[in-house]
Each structure stands twice: as C-alpha cells, then as structure tokens.
C-alpha cells in the first residue's frame, strides 16, 4: 500500500514538474523578439543599449532584445525593410533615407549636442580650417563631408581647391594619421578620449562650436514609421528600457562601461571606462531628460542640406522625428 501511495506521489511531482516548465516556456515566450541594428561597432554611444539589456530593463517590459551589427545595409535600410525594429543611426541619416522613402523615424538623440569633429596629429599643425589647404582630408567619400569643410575653410578665408580628399573608408583614425591623410572627420568621445590614453597631441575642430548649424543630432535611435503608427506599445517599452539604461550610463558610468564590455569583451577596457566618463554628462546634456529632439535643431541642419544642394527639398522635419516615447 505504501508503495502505490509513494507511486501516486511521484507521477504527481511530474506531472506538476512538467506543468511548471511548460509555464516557464510560456512565460519565456510571451517575451517579443526585437532585433536592435547598430550604426558600426560596438561603443559607448552604444553604451544605454548594453546596460539596458545587461541589467535587464527590456526583459522587465517583455522585450527579448537582441543587439546586432549590420553585416549588409545600414541600419536605415534594415529597419525601413523590418529586418530590425530599432536601430542606431545619425541626424543626416535619416533625413536622407526619408527624401528617398525610407520610412524611419527618428525616436531619441543619443547625445544632445555634436561631439564629433576634424582631428589631426599636432604635429600637423592644422590649427584651424584654413590650415586645411595643401593636406589630405581621409573620409567616407560623402558629398556632405566635402561641403563641411569647403565652409569651414571659406569662413576662414582658406581655398578649398587645395586640399586633397581621400576616401579611406573605415580605417583606424591613428594608423590612417600616420600613413595616408593629415586629418579626419572623428567622435573626440571616442579616438579623441583614445588619444589621450596614448599620450598623442591632437589638433581638434570641433565642429559644433563653429557654426550652430552643425550643432546635429549624431547619433540617434531609430524606428519604422509603422512601429510609430500601429506598434505604439512596442515602442514605449523599448524606449522605457533604453532610456533607463542611458539615465544610468549618466548617474553610473564605470558600471556601465562594464556592462559595454561584458557583451563587447574585445573593447580596449581602459578606452570604455574613460569614454565613458567624459560621455556621462553630455548623454542628456542641457536637457532634463535624455533624448530630446527639437524641431529647430532638425530644421536648421536640413536647411543647410538643401541650401549646399545636398539635397533637392527640404523633408518634413515633422515626421522624421518624434519625442513622444520618451515622455510617457
């Protein structure tokens, strides 16, 4: 009798075992899968995802997050096509993927104000844009590079014919300063920060302190329109978790440079802890909450666009931006 009853008790245990991981399964996969595109390789732009993910803030509002670089496409072309539902991306990125049909929308700044600029070694001596002429300027080849510096330098009465450009695509800023160009287009947050760790000088232009123009969003989330649209829900939960994860790369840097690192382990570790220290107040800068975008700041960049005929007609600005995920 003892032994039945112990039988009865064990198909008992399994069945209520099997039901338990079964309940497990389900829960699990409730979980949405979302597929998030970076802009290039991993880095403390980046930095809000990672810890976002790493501390689980997406798994919090049911989102089963996956972080990837793109292998072929941009990441605008990846979420206008649905192959990414969110995506790392930059002001002008997105402006000319909307003048071409490209439904993206642009859902937070990453950092409130132009951190990039041209950098050289200091023994260049390019102390200014009109010290341009005569040196070889290596870049991605984008017509809106050209036009940067052609106003830089005739701001600074330089003669932009004199200077040879160089289309060097990505290649390490340092090792490209010593072989082939004299300068070139750069986030200081990043090979600025590098440079310091290493003990090398760098002459740097800034270009957001030349002209307000140029004060851009760079870089940016990104979505599909249609998430905007029909997935309302989607979207306030990842920007909920994205936004927790950049609040504490500000309040926590360190800690958040080693959540970078955990899921980017072949980072240069000191590189990510240092960068991400001068990046922590300049995420949300002047703003209160992080990720706010303005109408002035989009119209002006995009006016400059068309004004240097980079592109035949002003977007509607209005739709290629929205903040209304990040204040709910």
């Excluded at 976002?52 to 997406?58: I, T, V």
């Excluded at 991306?89 to 003048?99: F, K």
């Excluded at 002429?133 to 050209?146: C, P």
């Excluded at 989330?221 to 249609?226: A, F, G, M, R, S």
Aim: with cysteine.
């Amino acid at each position: 009798m003892m032994k039945k009853i112990l039988t009865i008790f064990a198909i008992m245990f399994l069945i209520v075992g099997i039901s338990g991981c079964n309940t497990n399964k389900e829960v699990k996969e409730e979980n949405q899968k979302v597929v998030v595109t970076l802009d290039w390789t991993p880095n403390t732009n980046h930095t809000g995802l990672y810890t976002a993910l790493d501390k689980g803030f997406y798994e919090e509002e049911g989102l089963d997050v996956e972080i990837i670089q793109p292998a072929g496409g941009t990441s605008e072309q990846l979420v206008a096509a649905n192959q990414a539902q969110f995506g790392v991306s930059y002001q002008e990125g997105v402006t000319y993927a909307r003048a071409n049909g490209m439904p993206v929308v642009s859902i937070a700044a990453v950092i409130q104000h132009n951190t990039s600029g041209f950098a050289s070694l200091a023994s260049k001596n390019i102390k200014s844009p009109k010290d341009f002429e005569g040196k070889r300027y290596g870049g991605w080849g984008s017509e809106i590079e050209n036009e940067t510096i052609k106003e830089l330098m005739e701001a600074y009465g330089g003669d932009y014919s004199k200077v040879e450009i160089l289309t060097t695509g990505a290649v390490d800023f340092f090792a490209s300063s010593e072989k082939n160009a004299d300068f070139s287009w750069i986030f200081y947050g990043w090979d600025g920060i590098a440079a310091e760790l290493k003990g090398i000088e760098l002459n740097y232009i800034n270009v957001a302190d030349f002209d307000e123009t140029f004060d851009f969003y760079t870089p940016v989330i990104i979505t599909n329109e249609e998430i905007t649209v029909n997935n309302k829900e989607l979207a306030e939960k990842f920007m909920k978790a994205t936004s927790r994860g950049y609040n504490f790369a500000i309040e926590n840097p360190e800690e958040a440079g080693e959540s970078l690192l955990k899921y980017a382990p072949e980072l240069d570790s000191d590189l990510v802890y240092a960068s991400q220290k001068w990046l922590a107040d300049k995420y949300a800068g002047d703003e209160k909450v992080w990720g706010i975008q303005s109408f002035e700041v989009w119209d002006r960049y995009t006016e400059w666009l068309v004004e240097r005929g980079l592109l035949e007609e002003k977007i509607e600005t209005g739709k290629a931006f929205t903040n209304e995920f990040l204040l709910k």
